[in-house]
Structures are given as C-alpha cells and as structure tokens.
C-alpha cells in the first residue's frame, strides 16, 4: 500500500522538502526512515524526539559493530566464522517535555496544528507542533536538528517552547543507550532484517557530567571498538539545569522553570560523536576526542546549509513538467548525499546510515550502483570507497586460499572484511562481487584518468580479481572457458554452472587486467588471461534465441504466475529449493550484463533478452527496477521504461517492499541516479568517449543534470527534440551522440535527435504467462 502518493493532503509536493502535515498513528519506523539525517558516517533517525512517540530510533556511526562467533547447525569448512553487526550508538535525540504536569505525546495529548519536514537543500530537520494541553494553555514546540559536514561527527539539535500564558515547564534532555535496551524482536525470520545480541555490547569506560554537560564513553564487548559522545548544552538567558544524571544507558540533564508568552524557552544541545574502529590504539581517548569536536548549534546548521549548497549546484537532476516526480527525485539524490558525503575511507552500507538493515554491511550494491552517481557527482568520494576496498586485500587474499582459488575473493557482506554471510549459496557463491569492484576500479580510471590510483591501488584491484577468476574456471573439453558453481544477481537461481552475468563480467575483468602495463604481471598471465576471456562460455538457447541465464536454466519448470501478491516476496514464503527449481528471477541478471557491458551485445539481442526475462522477474529485490528501467528505455519501451523508473523513485516513499522501516535502500537510490543519466539520457561510459543515446519520456518536458568527467564539469541538457552540452568547467570533451562524434567546449551545443520507435515485441515459440508486463507489447 503506497504512503507517501497515497495522501497527497499530508505529505504534499513540494519540489524542496519532504513534509508531514498531520500525524496519524502507524507507520512511524517508516517514516523514522524517511525523515532521517545522515553523512556517510553519522545517521540520525527521524524519530520524534519523545519516546513515547518513536518505534525504532536510533543513531549510527558507519562501521561501528560488534562480532559474534557464527554458530552454524551443521559446519563445514571454509563457512563464515565471524559475524558482524552495526551497533546503536547512544542516542542524544531525546526529549521529554513536561507541561504543567502533562507529558506531552502525540499519542496521548490533544494536538491542535503538526508540521514536520526535511530540507533538501539545508538538510534540516524540524517538527513543530502546538499542543492544547490539559490546564488549558496551548503550547508550541519546534525542534530542529542536523548533521555536520565538516565536522562529521557532530549533531545539533534545538528545542524551543512557546506559549500563550505562564506554564510550568520540565524538559529532560537525555543520551540513551539503545543499543541494549530490551526490544521487541520484528526480525520473523525476515534475512533483510537486523538481529539482536544476546549480551550487553557497549560497555562503560567513562560516564562524567555536570552542569549541563555530558562526556560518556563505552567500548563493545567483542570487537573492542569505542565510542565517545560529548554533550553541552546552552539555554535561553537565565535558566541553569536542575540536576544532571550519569548512567552507562540513560544520562540525562534536567530543566525546570516557568515560560510566559512573553519569555518563551529555548534549550540547544551540541553533541559530538567519536569512534575508535582499531581496537589496538589504545592510546586513542574516545571521550576526549569526542569533547575535540563540539562545535555549537548554529554553526552545526551551517555546515550542513553551505554543504548542502554546494552539493545542489552540481548533482541536482531536474525534470521539467513533472513535479511529482521531482520531489521523489531530489529525495533519492539527498539520501546518496547522506550515505556518501562523509563516508572518507569506509564502505557504504545496504542501509546508509538510516538504519540496521542488513546489519550495516557493505554489499556489491556500492560498486555497481552507487559508485557510478560517486564518480561522476564525487570523484574523490568514489576514490575513498575503491580505497577502502584495496585496504580489504590481505583479508580477500586469506580467504581465496580458503576457497582454493588464486588473488583475492572479497567477501560477499562485510564491514570488518570478513566474510559475514552464514548462507554460502547466496553468499560466498556470489563470486560477481570481484568483477564489480573490478568493474567500478576501471570505470573510475576512464571517468578521471587517475593515473596514481592506476598504477598503484587500482592496478592491484584489477591484477587479484583477475587472478582469481583464471583460478576458478576452467578450459572445458570443448575448449571455452567455464566458470561453474557460483551465483549470480539473481537469487533465486543459485550455485548454478556458467551464469551469463558472472561470465561476462569476469571476461571484462580478465581483459582490463591483461590491457595493464604493470611489471608484476608476467606475459604468459597476460596471455592466459586474454585467453580465457576470448573463449569465455556464454549460455545461449538455440530454439528461444536468448542468451540463458546459465547452461540449465531453460530447463527449469516455469513459476505458477496465479502465486497470489501475498506470497511475495518469494523468500520470505517459499523455501529456497522451490524457488530454486523454477524459472524465475527475484532480479535482473542477463539484463544488467548487457546493461554494464553494452558494448558486447546487439540491438536485437538486447531486446530479445529483455522481452524473455522481464516479465519473469518478480522485483522482490529493490535492486531490479532501476536496471529493468534502463534496458527498456534502451530498447525502446518507453511505456516499460517510465514504470520501472516510478516504482523505483518511489521504492521508500511508498514502502512499497514492506521494509523501509530497517532503513533507506541506498542501493535502489543510486539505480535512480543511474535511470535518469543512463536509461533516460542514455549515458554509456569506459568507450573511446562518452556517448549518449537519449530517450526521454513523450510526457517529459525535459531533464537536465551535470557530470565530473575527466576534469570537466559537462552540463547535460535534454528536450524532445534536442540534447545540449556545454562544458561549463575545463577543456573541451570528445563525446559520442548516437555514432556521432562531436567536440564539446564552453559554448552550448545543441544535438538534434530523432525519434526512437518501440520495436515490434518478441514472439517465442512458446509464450510463458508474465507478472510484470500482462499483455503483449505492441507498437506505439
């Protein structure tokens, strides 16, 4: 059931904001989610700040965890040994409000006018709400929060109290340790879902305060990383703390005085968060360094307001003629922001840091779908992540000789760079996530010609991913090069033999490997590597005229499409041997191999692939839609197109996969990015040059964003009838525009474009029943 479209009275379109204009009970952990505040490295949820009124709030540090030793029912060698866990760091978004004896909750008061919104383009949070309360006064309350920038560990938060006669008012402002406070276990066997521990993790290495002032510290029990947090607060003239209270899980400063109508009451808390991940720096104070970096409230707001400017000016992607959209738009491109921003060397978790999904782990999501917005939005930002790859190596090498291959394995989830996956099959077997790092390391050097990071890290990312696949497959009989026992993007199809996806992308690999100058790549590696990658086995069906998503799938039973919606998705309803035995896709596989390697394939046999495999997918993965969306702009379904594009933008918004409340689908915010550059303005890179095939949807005005591309900044601007570029920063660019090669320099230079015609829709022998796409596709 949609959320956010569903009641355009209280989250109304506006282009800038996303606004609440009534509370309404349900739903809040959602838009706890929705509402959050993040950096890369801090997050904040948009909880409110009274307890009462919040489901699961929390805050998070990126990289923050505990371990655990994995426990597994039936061992076997070479299982994941270790697992790990983003923890809840002490939470200072709390505010217990006391009006002439009255708690104030949206639950229980009387509530008499509610507004609450996120500003895109400060990233400031605020909720102001007037309450009549039981002795008669009606009282106004507005809290306001944000996230540094520069300081990237610290958060303001403000609190003022209005009202219109003489009221008794008792605040208590308080850091609660959520991280071990009893919960309600949600998880109902949901894998998308964080777990709880079973002991207490953060441990007390220092809890003093007084006068208003808090400096608390604890370390994890297992993992011994430590967190400090530095609280100050500062009142409105004459008012000092009634009492203040240290506790290792709830410390707290207290307020009591009387407000007038002509005096109102404003309390700011300046909190500073410092993390310690290297639990062998001993000399490293978390407390003191959390003290290091208190800034004030104000200047807090302004970091992120001047951050948020510069960000706009450069990554902003604007629609024109579709305001709905637009906000859906900005919403997603402020959530990678928050994900990103701050991140420095560090992975970016599933979830961002808005929440524990996925229990903070770093997946394949960050090299394929969001280091393509990083690259050319942040490049330096993308570079960090690459780094924080590269930093995983003697790890990834460590647990290749486990897994009896050559270079480097990555793992499959991880914050530590172990491997965290307890289930192998979808897990470990997911042996794609090497081509992916492989695949952004290369896309980078084309997109910033780094020749530092070439010769050095990105060389070693490439030189061990390759290592590895030559290690893994093998020269078959018929004398093609096959790569068996692994998984692809698509999970519900595992451990199968010659997975398309995983074939080409790890043909890719070997090839940029073997194309390297490097003096520690001998010339018989290089010559096997281009060996196996010229004879690399592609599955394709003879009789269907498609390229197979591996050498048995179309011999799979097809799924009974009468599953009723409720059954979906299919994981969490259907154990993994029925999914496994049928024809059917939980996301796009063959389809996004011949998204990222479009070089590789036709027209025709794009088409074909997406007119056999779309209507097989069920979308149960957030991944799917926005690669679904790309390839049929590129096809030429602009119907199709447009549809995947909206269920994408609206994924969160609309919590449409029944999760958003364990945090933003970071990855899925990223396939936003990447519809609108490369499925709608048909962005294709790591060519001789930057080439665009635009297909602009007939309902669209126009659509208009920048690139960072080899020093330049492109400004790229697109019409029904026209792409214009301009470099407004650098030297001019050689670009491709549809076969046409054009020099692109400060003055604008318009392209007139053609209309694209659907394609007649494929016709297979045998028509199997579809979910997503009902009807036959004609022309239109």
């Given at each position: 059931m949609?959320?956010?479209?569903?009641?355009?009275?209280r989250?109304?379109?506006?282009?800038?904001?996303?606004?609440?204009?009534?509370?309404?009970?349900?739903?809040?952990?959602?838009?706890?989610?929705?509402?959050?505040?993040?950096?890369?490295?801090?997050?904040?949820?948009g909880?409110?700040?009274a307890?009462?009124?919040?489901?699961?709030?929390?805050?998070?540090?990126?990289?923050?965890h505990?371990?655990?030793d994995?426990k597994?029912a039936?061992?076997?060698?070479?299982?994941?040994?270790?697992?790990?866990r983003i923890?809840?760091?002490?939470?200072?978004n709390?505010?217990t409000?006391?009006?002439?004896?009255?708690?104030?909750?949206?639950?229980?008061?009387?509530?008499l006018?509610?507004?609450?919104?996120?500003?895109?383009?400060t990233?400031?949070?605020e909720?102001?709400?007037t309450?009549?309360?039981?002795?008669?006064a009606a009282?106004?309350?507005?809290?306001?929060?944000?996230v540094?920038?520069?300081?990237?560990?610290?958060?303001?938060?403000?609190?003022?109290?209005?009202?219109d006669?003489?009221?008794?008012?008792d605040?208590?402002s308080?850091?609660?340790?959520?991280q071990d406070?009893p919960?309600?276990?949600?998880?109902?066997?949901?894998?998308?879902r964080?777990?709880?521990?079973?002991?207490?993790?953060?441990?007390p290495?220092?809890?003093d305060?007084?006068?208003?002032?808090?400096r608390?510290?604890?370390q994890?029990?297992?993992s011994?990383?430590?967190?400090g947090?530095?609280?100050?607060?500062?009142t409105s003239?004459?008012?000092?703390?009634?009492?203040?209270?240290?506790?290792?899980?709830?410390?707290?400063?207290?307020?009591v005085?009387?407000?007038?109508?002509e005096?109102?009451?404003?309390?700011?808390?300046?909190?500073?968060?410092?993390?310690?991940?290297d639990?062998?720096?001993?000399?490293?104070?978390?407390?003191?360094?959390?003290e290091?970096?208190?800034?004030?409230?104000?200047d807090?707001?302004?970091?992120s307001a001047?951050?948020?400017g510069?960000?706009?000016a450069?990554?902003?992607?604007v629609v024109?003629g579709?305001?709905?959209?637009?906000?859906?738009?900005r919403?997603?491109?402020?959530?990678?922001?928050?994900?990103?921003a701050r991140?420095?060397?560090?992975?970016?978790?599933?979830?961002?840091?808005?929440?524990s999904?996925?229990?903070?782990?770093y997946?394949?999501?960050?090299?394929?779908?969001?280091?393509?917005?990083?690259t050319?939005?942040?490049?330096?930002?993308?570079?960090?992540?690459?780094?924080?790859?590269h930093?995983?190596?003697?790890?990834a090498?460590?647990?290749a000789?486990?897994?009896?291959?050559?270079?480097?394995?990555?793992?499959?989830?991880?914050i530590?760079?172990?491997?965290?996956?307890?289930?192998?099959?979808?897990?470990?077997?997911?042996f794609?996530?090497?081509?992916?790092?492989?695949f952004?390391?290369?896309?980078y050097?084309?997109a910033?010609?780094?020749?530092a990071?070439?010769d050095?890290?990105?060389a070693e990312?490439?030189?061990?991913?390759?290592?590895?696949?030559?290690?893994?497959?093998?020269?078959?009989?018929?004398g093609?090069?096959?790569?068996?026992?692994?998984?692809?993007?698509d999970?519900?199809t595992?451990?199968?033999?010659?997975?398309?996806?995983?074939?080409?992308?790890?043909?890719?690999n070997?090839?940029?490997?073997?194309?390297?100058?490097?003096?520690?790549?001998?010339?018989?590696?290089?010559?096997?590597?281009?060996?196996?990658?010229?004879?690399?086995?592609?599955p394709y069906?003879?009789?269907?005229q498609?390229?197979?998503?591996d050498?048995?799938?179309?011999?799979l039973?097809?799924?009974?499409?009468?599953?009723?919606?409720?059954?979906?998705?299919?994981?969490?309803?259907?154990?993994?041997l029925?999914?496994y035995?049928?024809?059917?896709?939980?996301?796009?596989?063959?389809?996004?191999?011949?998204f990222?390697?479009?070089?590789?394939f036709?027209?025709?046999e794009?088409?074909?692939?997406?007119d056999?495999?779309?209507?097989?997918?069920?979308?149960d993965?957030?991944?799917?839609?926005?690669?679904?969306?790309?390839m049929?702009?590129?096809?030429?379904?602009?119907?199709?197109?447009?549809?995947h594009f909206?269920?994408a933008a609206f994924?969160?918004?609309?919590?449409?996969?029944?999760?958003?409340?364990?945090?933003?689908?970071?990855?899925?915010?990223?396939g936003?990015?990447?519809?609108?550059?490369?499925?709608?303005?048909?962005?294709r890179?790591?060519?001789?040059?930057p080439?665009f095939?635009?297909?602009l949807?007939?309902?669209?005005?126009?659509?208009?964003?920048h690139l960072?591309?080899?020093?330049?900044l492109?400004?790229?601007?697109?019409?029904?009838?026209?792409?214009t570029l301009?470099?407004?920063?650098?030297?001019?660019?050689?670009?491709?525009v549809?076969?046409?090669?054009?020099?692109?320099?400060a003055?604008?230079?318009?392209?007139?474009?053609?209309?694209?015609d659907?394609?007649?829709?494929?016709?297979?022998?045998?028509?199997?029943?579809?979910?997503?796409i009902?009807?036959?596709?004609?022309?239109?």
């Open positions: 949609a959320l956010i479209t569903a009641d355009r009275e989250f109304p379109d506006t282009p800038w904001q996303l606004v609440e204009t009534r509370h309404e009970p349900g739903n809040a952990g959602t838009l706890e989610t929705i509402f959050a505040l993040g950096n890369g490295h801090l997050g904040i949820r909880a409110h700040s307890t009462s009124d919040a489901e699961l709030p929390g805050t998070f540090i990126n990289g923050l505990e371990t655990w994995i597994h039936e061992n076997a060698f070479g299982f994941a040994r270790t697992g790990q923890i809840y760091v002490p939470d200072a709390n505010f409000i006391v009006v002439d004896g009255e708690v104030l909750s949206l639950a229980e008061s009387e509530v006018d509610y507004r609450r919104s996120v500003d895109f383009s990233g400031v949070y909720c102001r709400t309450w009549l309360c039981r002795s008669g009282v106004t309350t507005t809290e306001r929060r944000a540094g920038y520069v300081s990237r560990g610290s958060l303001g938060l403000s609190l003022d109290v209005e009202t006669r003489l009221v008794s008012l605040v208590t308080s850091v609660i340790n959520r406070q919960v309600e276990d949600h998880s109902e066997h949901d894998p998308r964080s777990g709880r521990h079973a002991g207490r993790v953060l441990q290495l220092r809890l305060g007084g006068d208003g002032s808090l608390l510290a604890w994890t029990a297992a011994r990383q430590r967190v947090v530095a609280v100050d607060h500062w003239p004459g008012h000092q703390p009634f009492e203040t209270k240290v506790d290792q899980d709830d410390s707290n400063v207290r307020y005085l009387a407000v007038t109508a005096e109102p009451f404003r309390l700011e808390k300046s909190v500073s968060y410092a993390a310690v991940f639990a062998h720096d001993d000399a490293a104070d978390a407390a003191e360094a959390a290091a970096g208190l800034l004030s409230v104000q807090v707001f302004a970091e001047a951050h948020y510069a960000y706009w450069t990554s902003d992607i024109d579709q305001p709905g959209l637009q906000q859906a738009i919403w997603n491109l402020f959530q990678l922001a928050q994900a990103t991140a420095d060397v560090a992975g970016i978790p599933a979830k961002g840091v808005t929440g999904g996925y229990e903070g782990h997946f394949w999501d960050q090299e394929v779908y969001l280091l393509p917005y990083l050319y939005t942040n490049p330096d930002g993308a570079r960090q992540v690459l780094e924080f790859r930093a995983m190596l003697p790890e090498r460590y647990r000789k486990e897994l009896s291959v050559d270079g480097a394995l990555f793992p499959w989830r991880t530590n760079g172990l491997e965290a996956s307890a289930y192998y099959a979808a897990g470990t077997a997911q794609h996530i090497a081509a992916a790092i492989a952004a390391t290369n896309r050097l084309w910033t010609e780094d020749t990071f070439r050095g890290m990105g990312l490439l030189i061990e991913t390759a290592r590895m696949w030559i290690s893994l497959g093998f020269f078959g009989k018929d093609l090069f096959h790569i068996h026992g692994v998984t692809g993007p999970e519900y595992a451990v199968v033999n010659d997975n398309l996806y995983t074939n080409v992308m790890a043909r890719f070997l090839r940029a490997a073997a194309a390297l100058e490097h003096a520690g790549v001998t010339h018989e590696e290089r010559q096997l590597w281009d060996a196996a990658a010229d004879r690399m086995h592609l069906d003879e009789r269907m498609v390229y197979s998503q050498n048995d799938f179309m011999t039973e097809a799924w009974d499409w009468d599953t009723p919606r409720s059954k979906y998705p299919l994981l969490l309803h259907f154990h993994p029925v999914i035995r049928h024809q059917v896709l939980k996301q796009a596989d063959t389809v996004l191999a011949m990222l390697q479009w070089q590789d036709t027209a025709e794009k088409q074909r692939a997406f056999f495999y779309d209507p097989i997918t069920t979308g993965s957030t991944l799917s839609a926005c690669v679904q969306g790309i049929a702009a590129e096809v030429g379904y602009s119907r199709e197109a447009l549809a909206t269920n994924i969160d918004l609309d919590d449409t996969h029944g999760n958003t409340i364990d945090g933003v689908h970071i990855a899925s915010t990223g936003v990015w990447s519809s609108l550059v490369c499925g709608f303005a048909g962005l890179d790591q060519g001789p040059v080439f095939d635009p297909r949807p007939a309902s669209w005005d126009g659509l208009s964003f960072m591309i080899r020093g330049r492109l400004q790229v601007t697109l019409d029904a009838g026209s792409l301009v470099v407004q920063d650098g030297e001019p660019l050689e670009v491709d549809r076969g046409q090669l054009l020099t692109v320099g003055a604008p230079l318009k392209v007139a474009l053609g209309p694209v659907a394609p007649e829709a494929t016709v297979f022998p045998s028509q199997l029943p579809t979910s997503s009902p009807v036959v596709r004609g022309r239109s």
